[in-house]
């Protein structure tokens, strides 16, 4: 006999938050699959996606000290491990 669970709305949207940072979490694992190693660079927009967060939040980020990044011809780049030890954190939160 299959079992109804009731949970309340605040812990839904908590459950759903979390499954969405363990997709981003898989989704950076299968694009390290497809480059084969950490030592490749991300643009901006890459970032975004992974971290699930604006232009704006990785901006700030940047200004911050928190994601290094590194300039090249006018445009930023920011290392794929960095970005994998800023998922880790965000997991932890």
Known sequence: ME???IINESTFTKW???VKELLSVLHLQEQQMKN???GTWLDTS???AMLNLSKRSVQSM????ELPYTKIEGRIY???DDIAKMMELMMKK
Not at 62 to 65: C, Q
């Open 62 to 65: 940047r200004e911050r000290g």
């Open 36 to 38: 084969k190693s950490l």
């Open 16 to 18: 759903m938050e979390r």
């Open 78 to 80: 920011h290392r794929a």
């Open 46 to 48: 890459e970032v975004c």
């Open 3 to 5: 079992r109804i669970v």
